[in-house]
């Protein structure tokens, strides 16, 4: 099976620094790339930061660029997104998901991730 289940929310005052953890199923963890997404209330969910299945490239949104950090941990199959400098505008309900094919170039497109966790709430508090 694939699946994912994301952790780590929480409030953290602006400037700080919070990590997300996402424990993924060892078929998605060695199969499939893991994207990042937020959604902040009245907005679309968007693309934040993925890696790669194979070779644990990685991949980020410009507003999060320089200040957040995805990487894998092969011990146990976890995926993290450390956030650090954290603003205001980072306020959202955070996701972790794997791509819905796997093997396969990763994606930053909302729409060719097809597992999804129950989401994880993150307040940036100014």
């Known amino acids: 099976q694939v699946q994912v289940v994301e952790s780590g929310g929480g409030l953290v005052q602006a400037g700080g620094s919070l990590r997300l953890s996402c424990a993924a199923s060892?078929?998605?963890?060695?199969?499939?790339?893991i994207g990042w997404f937020r959604q902040a209330p009245g907005k679309e969910r968007e693309f934040v930061a993925a890696?790669?299945?194979?070779?644990?490239?990685?991949y980020y949104s410009d507003s999060v660029k320089g200040r957040f950090t995805v990487s894998k941990d092969n011990a146990d199959n976890m995926v993290y997104l450390q956030m650090n400098s954290v603003k205001p505008e980072d306020t959202a309900v955070y996701y972790c998901?794997?791509?819905?094919?796997?093997?396969?170039?990763?994606?930053?497109?909302?729409?060719?991730?097809?597992?999804w966790g129950q989401g994880t709430q993150v307040t940036v508090s100014s």
């Open positions: 998901a794997a791509d819905r094919v796997g093997r396969r170039p990763t994606s930053t497109s909302i729409y060719e991730y097809s597992y």
């Open positions: 060892v078929r998605a963890y060695n199969n499939h790339a």
């Open positions: 890696v790669s299945w194979n070779d644990e490239s990685t």
